[in-house]
């Protein structure tokens, strides 16, 4: 069942009509080349692709008898077509339609993945400039570092979404191999001039070599690589949800109007949409676990990565692809606050200069480890609330000896720490 938070491009890929549709087109094509090989006569093939279709609620209702999804499918399409039917799947086995369609699927998907990338890089760049020159502080370990941008934050989610873009792009490559090779890879029983006219048709290249299957590291490649996609999602997110704390407030997302935060309390805000993406990217990331448990089967083909691959496919690629959208729409509509990024620049009075002050100490000929230990012991008086930084050193004769007045305020300048903001916004836009 397609979930209800499912786009509709991608609920329309992973329906059972779909799903079918991509088996029988795989079925029609190689009737094609078995015809051109001289093995299906032609007023044969006319009648298969001029009647071959299928019921859904039929092919339910046959893999009750069954027991297997492919002959109950292959029995509702000869229902149709009649005594022509003896010519479909000949020589196939089900791998050959099952992943070979799998392929196609998985190849669609990445490449409505690849559009909502590029989406959301959009969006990315614009914020970015946008927000090139807006002053906040920096945070390491949760605590304040030194002035960066909010501008140059979201250039380097734009870079890693161009990283993210680059292994989505090799990805769909990976999965685009289709295999039309029979029950162990031999071609005991068709040509392989069969599965290269069925793959150049579907857009595939043929595995160079395969089992009854196409291997699985394909697979492993390919879910890790929406897993890392998941993390940078979730990444962001829990940096949103950072800044929205009541403490910080320096960037919420959009809260509509009629909109509610909680049950309990009117005046909640809560960054409801982050908290989503945090939690989705976790089973995202469960997804590829799975992946890279199927790479190893018994022998030349088991099924117990069917069943898996049969949740994770869909499921993966539905969830990224609301993701991306929902991320998306979030900074496309994020409420930024310079004001409070100021205010929470200059709660710490001067500290986030520190550095800047240890090194023109060590310019001037001292031990960086004297200059350090100056510097450290004014800051830590700064944080027990005696005055600000600026006004401790200029009153410490151990610094005023080495830097003048005029020498220490113009180390408390913003423009100093970000006069390189410029560089890193061509090397990362190109522009």
Not at 59 to 78: S, W
Not at 97 to 115: F, N, R
Not at 177 to 191: P, Y
Request: net charge positive; with cysteine.
């Amino acid at each position: 069942m397609i979930p209800r938070y499912a786009r509709p491009l991608m609920a329309q890929l992973w329906s059972q009509e779909n799903k079918y549709r991509k088996w029988l087109e795989v079925e029609i094509l190689a009737c094609e080349a078995l015809s051109q090989l001289g093995l299906i006569p032609p007023r044969d093939l006319e009648q298969i692709k001029k009647k071959a279709s299928f019921s859904a609620a039929r092919i339910d209702e046959l893999e009750q008898i069954t027991r297997h999804d492919v002959i109950a499918f292959l029995t509702n399409v000869a229902e149709q077509v009649g005594p022509a039917s003896r010519h479909i799947h000949l020589g196939l086995t089900s791998s050959d339609v099952l992943d070979t369609s799998m392929s196609v699927l998985l190849k669609e998907a990445a490449e409505i993945l690849i559009k909502d990338l590029k989406a959301l890089q959009s969006v990315l760049k614009r914020q970015a400039l946008a927000h090139k020159k807006t002053v906040m502080i920096g945070r390491s370990h949760g605590i304040h570092a030194e002035p960066i941008t909010f501008g140059l934050k979201m250039a380097i989610w734009y870079d890693e979404a161009g990283r993210n873009l680059r292994r989505l792009i090799q990805a769909k490559e990976t999965i685009a191999v289709g295999k039309i090779s029979g029950a162990v890879g031999t071609f005991a029983h068709l040509s392989p001039k069969v599965e290269a006219y069925v793959c150049r048709k579907l857009g595939l290249k043929p595995a160079p070599a395969s089992s009854q299957i196409i291997q699985r590291d394909r697979y492993a490649e390919y879910f890790c690589t929406l897993a890392v996609l998941a993390g940078s999602i979730e990444k962001i997110a829990v940096e949103i949800r950072h800044l929205q704390r009541t403490e910080v407030l320096e960037a919420e997302e959009y809260f509509s109007k009629g909109q509610k935060g909680s049950s309990a309390m009117p005046h909640k805000r809560n960054p409801i949409t982050s908290e989503n993406l945090t939690g989705l990217s976790r089973l995202v990331r469960s997804y590829a676990m799975a992946a890279l448990e199927n790479q190893a089967l018994w022998h030349e083909r088991d099924i117990s990565h069917s069943s898996v691959e049969r949740v994770i496919g869909p499921d993966a690629t539905i969830l990224l692809d609301y993701m991306l959208a929902k991320l998306t729409n979030i900074l496309e509509n994020l409420m930024v606050y310079p004001e409070n990024m100021k205010k929470n620049l200059e709660k710490t009075k001067g500290l986030i200069f520190s550095e800047g002050i240890m090194l023109a100490l060590t310019r001037k000929g001292i031990t960086r480890e004297e200059a350090y230990r100056v510097v450290q012991e004014n800051a830590m008086k700064v944080w027990t609330g005696e005055k600000s930084f600026e006004e401790l050193l200029k009153q410490d004769p151990r610094i005023n000896q080495w830097l003048t007045d005029k020498e220490l305020t113009g180390l408390f300048d913003l423009a100093y720490n970000l006069k390189n903001v410029d560089v890193i916004f061509r090397r990362v836009f190109k522009n």
